[in-house]
């Protein structure tokens, strides 16, 4: 099994950047993949899930509408990339983001919450105002 992420940088506010979590060695779509993210001093939040055998995607209050989750079109289950492209980027959203498989995603209020199987090493996000 494994997950590698990559994309995160530094950007200027108001600008654009796409994460990439490569996963391979299990059937992805049997799976929730998402991204939580940890800004500095604060809790690990969940803010995009791809819930492909639901044809369900999430998103936490704060990132709608900017940003957007999916997958490529391999027909491969076993080896597939999943997308987080991120628009109209904050300050705020400055964090390390990480990808995750797992189970139960839902709402909790503004963020996400879920059953975490397994975490990326995460990558960072910087966006400078």
């Known amino acids: 099994v494994q997950l590698v992420e990559s994309g995160g940088g530094l950007v200027q506010a108001g600008g654009s950047l796409r994460l990439s979590c490569e996963l391979s060695?299990?059937?992805?779509?049997?799976?929730?993949i998402g991204w939580f993210r940890q800004a500095p001093g604060k809790e690990r939040e969940g803010v995009a899930c791809?819930?492909?055998?639901?044809?369900?995607?999430?998103?936490?209050?704060d990132v709608k509408g900017r940003f957007t989750i999916s997958s490529d079109s391999s027909r491969d289950s076993t080896k597939k990339t999943v997308f987080l492209q991120m628009n109209a980027l904050k300050p705020e959203d400055t964090a390390v983001y990480f990808c995750?498989?797992?189970?139960?995603?839902?709402?909790?209020?503004?963020?996400?919450?879920?059953?975490?199987?397994?975490w990326g090493k995460g990558t960072l996000v910087t966006v400078a105002s």
């Open positions: 995750t498989v797992g189970a139960a995603w839902a709402p909790r209020g503004k963020v996400l919450t879920a059953s975490v199987d397994l």
């Open positions: 060695g299990f059937d992805v779509e049997m799976y929730d």
């Open positions: 791809l819930r492909a055998r639901y044809g369900v995607k999430l998103f936490a209050e």
